[in-house]
């Protein structure tokens, strides 16, 4: 799917018990980090991606060449200042940027994995990641942050890991994956393997593409990203290069177009079965059930300083769902501050430039950071 | 800092956990936290006040006391105060079972309506009062429901409150309130500032 080159990677050799039973040794996890580690090594944030995102957080993604996807937020002088802190991200597993997933081979039968890679869990995506901090020999990082998936892998890690971050920035996310959602999960994976290029996940050596379906499920899934009244007001009934409806099925309306076109770039970016992965990791998401129905008990070892940021036109991760994170951890209480930001960007709010989130999270981080350095 | 805040200040020993409610801008969160080392929280509906107050590097929850503060356990904070509040909830009897569940005490101030020059102006102009404590029109005030400070005592002595501080503030001078001079503090004083606990 990718090429190796500009690709780094840390190969794992200790095994990882997965949550589906298999254990997985020697595998690669593909990362990338942005600023410099200081000294004392406190001033590591480890950033965790969304769905479709990767561990190229900001400047050019050498392999899209276009933008990493939180570059609104990352970068020199930016909400998480790049001059100032050490960036991390690394593509999950199960994922399709060099990281260990469904397009990698079985070290067993040297096939391609395809449907035979093990299901993997927001849990195992985290444990996985965790060895990143070995090998920086960070001990205690100074912020976990991420939006969506990308924020239930930040509760997921202060969970396992209560006293290996001292800020914790959920945003636009949820600790129990909803029906609604994993209603749109599996439409996107219906749409993927009902096209007849999928051939049961081996299309690599039949050497076919199921682009048509991932892109359906791109489609469907980036509807879910935005909000009623942000569509009406960027294309409205605005035609496509023409000025009248031409009684076909050719993209008449703007809005089709542009999603014909999401669909189409994601196919170039993306592997099929990666988003079947995944998307089931999200689905599996419950971190109310892993501690029997008390959100509060995931939180109840951690001292860490919580920030949980929604948005009002988030109607895929609604405000209440963020909320209620929030309450667990008051019911305990924990440090937590909490804002929604005003936006009718919807989901993607947060991978936007939304000035009153970028504000929000800089000044936390940096105020955060100023006590941290005068604890000391 | 306004004169309540230091008052309020006056009130919470150091080094204990402190819920404002309805905290605005964080003025009074930020010199506990800085001047008496007090874990402090604040809750505030407005957006731009939460924003402020994450800028000042304040922890602070968006959120509506009349529905929020249900999430916090029973006894959670040493003291919880509402400044000049109340008086705006719907439900001013449920807000202040919540500040006594929530809090082991309260500091609760409330803006005078049986101050004299609330009284002249109704008496004279028969309109509305408009003070400096309460700048709004009747339609456009967020007030529901005003009281005197002699309502309050009296409220508070019926719910078997226990005040263990009352004191008023007029003119920037604190004075305590007695059994003797309430029907005089009710008369002159600009607001009233209460600590109790259940």
């Known amino acids: 799917m990718n090429t190796e080159k500009n690709i780094k990677t840390l190969i794992i050799k200790k095994p990882l018990k997965l949550d589906c039973g298999k254990t997985i040794n020697n595998f690669p996890i593909a990362f990338e980090t942005y600023g410099s580690l200081n000294e004392n090594k406190d001033n590591a944030i480890l950033v965790f991606h969304a769905l479709t995102g990767d561990q190229f957080v900001t400047g050019l993604n050498p392999v899209t060449k276009k933008d990493g996807w939180w570059s609104f937020a990352v970068g020199p002088d930016k909400a998480i200042d790049t001059n100032k802190y050490f960036v991390i991200c690394s593509n999950v597993i199960g994922g399709c940027m060099g990281s260990y997933g469904p397009s990698h081979k079985d070290p067993e039968t040297q096939k391609t994995f395809g449907t035979d890679f093990p299901v993997i869990t927001i849990n195992d995506m985290v444990n996985a990641q965790y060895n990143l901090l070995e090998q920086f020999g960070i001990n205690k990082l100074f912020a976990i942050t991420g939006g969506s998936m990308g924020g239930m892998q930040v509760l997921q890690f202060i969970t396992n890991f209560p006293d290996k971050a001292k800020t914790v920035i959920p945003i636009a996310t949820t600790s129990s994956h909803s029906a609604q959602n994993i209603a749109f999960n599996e439409l996107g994976r219906q749409a993927i393997t009902a096209d007849s290029n999928w051939k049961d996940g081996n299309y690599e050596v039949n050497k076919t593409n199921p682009g048509k379906g991932l892109a359906v499920a791109r489609m469907a899934a980036h509807i879910t990203y935005l909000s009623k009244k942000g569509l009406q007001e960027k294309f409205g009934r605005k035609l496509q290069e023409r000025e009248d409806l031409k009684f076909g099925f050719d993209a008449d309306f703007q809005i089709e177009s542009y ?48 920030f949980v940021i929604s948005f009002t036109s988030d109607w895929l991760y609604p405000t209440q769902e963020n909320k209620d994170i929030v309450i667990a951890l008051n019911s305990i209480g924990a440090d937590v501050g909490f804002v929604e930001i005003v936006s009718d960007k919807g989901h993607d709010s947060f991978l936007l430039d939304v000035p009153d989130f970028l504000n929000a999270l800089k000044n936390f981080l940096d105020k955060s950071y100023t006590e941290l350095k005068n604890e000391k | 800092m306004k004169n309540e805040f230091k008052v309020i200040s006056d009130l919470i020993e ?10 605005a801008d964080g003025t009074l969160m930020q010199f506990l936290k800085e001047n008496k080392n007090i874990n402090v929280r604040g809750l505030e509906i407005s957006k731009e006040k939460v924003q402020e107050c994450i800028a000042k590097g304040l922890t602070v929850i968006e ?37 006594l569940r929530v809090g082991k005490k309260a500091i609760v101030t409330i803006p005078n309506f049986g101050n004299w020059k609330v009284r002249l102006h109704l008496l004279f102009k028969g309109t509305m009062p408009i003070t400096k404590s309460l700048p709004e029109q009747w339609h456009s005030t967020p007030n529901l429901h005003m009281c005197t400070i002699k309502d309050f005592v009296d409220f508070i002595k019926s719910k078997e409150i226990k005040m263990i501080k009352t004191l008023v503030l007029n003119n920037n001078n604190v004075s305590n309130i007695t059994n003797n001079n309430l029907g005089t503090k009710n008369l002159f004083a600009d607001l009233g500032i209460f600590l109790i606990e259940k």
């Not at chain 1, 892993?290 to 509060?296: A, I, T």
């Not at chain 2, 916090?72 to 400044?83: E, Q």
């Open chain 2, 63 to 99: 959120g509506n006391a009349e529905k929020d503060l249900k999430q916090f356990p029973d006894k959670s904070f040493d003291y919880v105060v509402l400044s000049q509040t109340l008086q705006a909830f719907l439900s001013p009897e449920l807000v202040l079972d919540e500040l």
């Open chain 2, 14 to 23: 150091d080094n204990k956990k402190v819920l404002d409610v309805g905290c």
């Open chain 1, 259 to 306: 999603l014909r076109y999401q669909g189409s770039v994601f196919v170039d970016r993306f592997d099929a079965n990666s988003y079947l992965y995944i998307t089931r990791a999200m689905d599996y998401f419950d971190l109310v059930k892993q501690f029997y129905g008390n959100l509060s008990d995931a939180f109840k070892n951690t001292k860490a300083k919580f």
